[in-house]
């Protein structure tokens, strides 16, 4: 082989191996980019949850509260009554 021939091939060889990284660079960057999008709509999903989950903890604190105060007065109308009869 000459060097004119040689160096062809390189080239061909050079050319070939950059048309095949470009295509994989674009099949990889839609991967990532699918993958991404999947960790967006998770972190969504997970914000949703978490909110829902807070808005329940709120209410049921408020219910625990109001019970708290329900058997607060309650006791003390017991005790009313107690003094009362006694």
């Known amino acids: 082989m000459d060097e004119k021939a040689l160096n062809d091939l390189k080239q ?3 050319a070939t191996i950059h048309q ?3 295509s994989l660079e674009t099949r990889i960057d ?3 980019e699918a993958i991404n999008a999947r960790f967006d709509e998770n972190d969504t999903m997970q914000n949703e949850i ?3 989950i807070g808005e329940n903890q709120e ?6 509260h109001y019970q708290a105060n329900n058997l607060d007065d309650h006791e003390r109308r017991i005790v009313k009554l107690e ?3 006694a």
């Not at 209410?59 to 625990?64: E, G, N, V």
């Open 83 to 85: 003094k009362r009869a």
């Open 50 to 52: 978490l909110n829902a």
């Open 20 to 22: 095949e990284i470009a």
């Open 59 to 64: 209410l049921h604190s408020k219910a625990i």
């Open 30 to 32: 839609t991967r990532f």
């Open 12 to 14: 061909f060889i050079t």
